[in-house]
């Protein structure tokens, strides 16, 4: 079954406390996407990877860390840098960067 | 920078109406552009999407129009019905996304 999977899908975490979130795709996709959704704001980029060992940052990059050490594999850090970090968080992935965007199911970060 | 402004935020319609929403942008660089639907607690998912070298393009109930001269892309859909009901984003390339429209469709 070809996809991309976000785990876990509800988390939360205590205020100072780093988290990382899981994002897999099976679809052999290039880039990888990650995204902030909040209520009236739409989809936010926060960090993008065109290629393994490569990624840069998005319009809200402040308080986020990534890595793309597999091309199937793009994990999301929020660290406790990040000022207001309770949201739901989409990851995506295309063929190429005009292409149709798949995206995972969503977690969603509560920080208490 | 590059910026997409999507209008109305929110749209309510009877069921069988018409509804449009439109994405004004501001770069002239990129040639995809696309629209996903998200229902309520799901993932978004693409409905449809045009190339900057056509005008239209039709699926069934929903329509895509561009016009690359005053740099704006409408979603028409046609024949409304409740499973339409859904937030809708238009996006630039998949770096920039409008804010989203809430459309609710009454029977």
């Known amino acids: 079954d070809g996809g991309i999977t976000q785990s876990p899908k509800y988390l939360f975490r205590k205020e100072g406390q780093n988290v990382t979130l899981s994002c897999e795709q099976n679809?052999?996709?290039?880039?990888m996407y990650w995204y902030r959704q909040d209520p009236g704001q739409g989809l936010r980029l926060i960090y993008y990877s065109q290629i393994v060992n490569d990624f840069q940052k998005g319009d809200i990059a402040e308080g986020y860390s990534v890595s793309r050490e597999k091309k199937e594999s793009f994990p999301l850090t929020v660290t406790s840098a990040q000022k207001n970090p309770t949201a739901f968080y989409l990851c995506?992935?295309?063929?190429?960067?005009?292409?149709?965007?798949?995206f995972g199911e969503g977690s969603r970060l509560t920080v208490l | 920078g590059e910026n997409v402004e999507q209008h109305p935020s929110t749209l309510s319609v009877q069921e069988g109406d018409s509804a449009v929403i439109k994405c004004t942008y501001s770069d002239s660089a990129s040639n995809y552009f696309p629209w996903y639907k998200q229902e309520l607690g799901k993932r978004p998912q693409l409905i449809i999407d045009i190339r900057s070298n056509v005008g239209e393009k039709k699926d069934q109930r929903i329509a895509v129009t561009l016009n690359k001269t005053a740099k704006h892309f409408s979603l028409h859909i046609t024949e409304t019905q409740p499973e339409d009901s859904a937030v809708y984003f238009c996006?630039?390339?998949?770096?920039?996304f409008g804010k989203g429209t809430t459309l609710s469709v009454s029977s």
């Open positions: 679809l052999n996709h290039d880039a």
């Open positions: 995506a992935s295309s063929q190429g960067s005009s292409g149709e965007l798949f």
């Open positions: 996006s630039r390339t998949a770096l920039i």
